[in-house]
């Protein structure tokens, strides 16, 4: 049974920055691309960012591509999200997840976890 437990999220003013966090067990994490999804009120979830096993690779949604930057930390089983300059349009649950690849179209493989909130006040 995977387990993805994400943290970091809070309310933050336009223009800040906050880092999210993701630990994930249960499963070979160094072996498997993981990403990030968000998803904002009353819309559906949407795919946000995705690294490679190896974190060579990386994808970004055009709308935060120079804003984020998604890592990884295979001895900590953890994976991250670095977001700055944000913005209102942010405000979103974040949720990760187990990728079966880092190339298009980022199909999720295992159940959702709780999401971490990030609120953007302008």
């Known amino acids: 049974q995977v387990q993805l437990v994400e943290s970091g999220g809070g309310l933050v003013q336009a223009g800040g920055s906050l880092r999210l966090s993701c630990a994930a067990s249960g499963r070979t994490f160094s072996r498997y691309a993981m990403g990030w999804f968000r998803q904002a009120p009353g819309k559906e979830r949407e795919f946000v960012a995705a690294i490679s096993w190896s974190g060579i690779s990386t994808y970004y949604v055009d709308s935060v591509k120079g804003r984020f930057t998604i890592s990884r930390d295979n001895a900590k089983n953890t994976v991250y999200l670095q977001m700055n300059s944000l913005k209102p349009e942010d405000t979103a649950v974040y949720y990760c997840?187990?990728?079966?690849?880092?190339?298009?179209?980022?199909?999720?493989?295992?159940?959702w976890g709780q999401g971490t909130l990030v609120t953007v006040s302008s």
């Open positions: 997840n187990t990728l079966t690849s880092s190339r298009p179209p980022h199909n999720p493989l295992d159940a």
